[in-house]
């Protein structure tokens, strides 16, 4: 996935703007940029008609540069970034939706050995539950970022796996919205992602992550899954830690058995039953001194492969277990 800290990546809803070509001097014609994506996509197979309805009146988005040349720079504390993404508003908003969507999410469950409870984490940072996916166009974001330049190389790949997208038949080019950087439907693929993970858990020849919910925790669970998630074994659960435990112990690729951390002293907390054997790291996000959580390999990799952020795969397992308690 696009390394997507969960505020930074909170997904933008502004209109489109046609950008003044005069406002960047010195950059490719966007039409000639459009025709040669064209070329490339008539050669990698996108049928003409794919084309024609996904590129047509096709212009570079104002707002997408804006939001992709100034994204805010700034330090959250763990204690700020657990109380604002674990609210009791998102925890209690999650118990209800979970408690409606159950049974599909133990079947999704039953397939990918992945529980209903950290996909209900991701569902819940990356779009509020459904409620916040992004309203701009996908392929005119990626295609005015690629054409930008800053990372064309990267977006030009993702816009021509939107491009395969569209030519799947899975949405239209209308309906493929997302951020301004692309990411899309309820918990937020980007382009490349799609294509690796998403399934048509419902049957209906589509990979619909933007309104069906057994597409949308199913191709959760199945990036999840691939990404080394093993069932059984938990994200994590908050550590009771001795006192005097020596933080430099502390560390996501500071891994031991439960029974070294046991001998050293730090207990758990969950009831669920684990082999001595199991790999765990101890996590510190507030610090030395702080909140103190066993991170369980290699589930917790798995949930950091979707987001490399410690603090974003601890809310996932907090919210998730919160909300299935």
């Known amino acids: 996935m696009l390394n997507r800290r969960a505020l ?38 996108i049928p003409p008609a794919v084309l024609d309805s996904a590129l047509a009146g096709l212009h ?3 707002r997408v540069i804006e939001l992709d040349r ?17 609210s009791e508003t998102r925890v209690a908003r999650g118990r209800v939706l979970y408690a409606q969507n159950r049974p599909l999410l133990d079947r ?11 996909v209900m984490g991701i569902w819940g940072i990356e779009s509020n539950y459904g409620q916040s996916t992004g309203g701009f166009n996908v392929i005119e974001a990626l295609a005015t970022l690629a054409w930008e330049g800053r990372r064309a190389a990267f977006f030009r ?33 980007m382009p490349d992602s799609f294509l690796k993970y998403a399934v048509d858990f419902s049957g209906t020849g589509r990979r619909d992550i933007w309104n069906d919910l057994g597409c949308v925790f199913a191709s959760t669970a199945n990036y999840l899954a691939q ?7 938990p994200w994590g659960e908050i550590a009771r830690l001795p006192g005097g435990f020596d933080p430099a112990l502390a560390g996501r690729d500071k891994r031991r058995t439960l029974a070294e951390w046991r001998r050293l002293g730090v207990g758990r907390t969950r009831a ?14 507030g610090g030395p001194g702080e909140e103190a959580f066993l991170a369980y390999h290699p589930s917790f990799r798995a949930v950091y492969r979707y987001n490399p952020s410690d603090f974003y795969c601890i809310s996932v397992g907090l919210i998730g277990d919160l909300v299935t308690a």
């Not at 809803?13 to 490719?28: I, K, L």
């Not at 100034?70 to 674990?86: A, G, L």
Request: positive net charge; hydrophobic residues 45%; aromatic residues 8%.
């Open 108 to 118: 999704v469950a039953a397939r990918y050995g992945v529980p209903g409870g950290v």
């Open 60 to 62: 570079p988005n104002a």
């Open 272 to 285: 669920q039953p684990l082999p001595a054997t199991t790999q765990a790291a101890v996590l510190l996000p």
């Open 227 to 233: 990404e080394g998630w093993q069932t059984g074994v």
């Open 157 to 189: 790949a993702e816009l021509m796996d939107a491009l395969r997208i569209l030519a799947s038949g899975d949405i239209t080019a209308a309906q493929m919205t997302g951020s301004y950087a692309g990411a899309m439907g309820q918990t937020q693929f």
């Open 70 to 86: 100034h994204q805010p720079e700034f330090t959250m504390t763990w204690q700020q970034y657990r109380s604002r993404i674990v």
């Open 8 to 45: 930074l990546a909170a997904v933008a809803t502004a209109a489109a703007c046609p950008v003044r070509r005069s406002a960047w001097a010195g950059t490719a014609d966007f039409a000639a940029f459009l025709a040669d994506l064209r070329r490339q996509a008539r050669s990698a197979g």
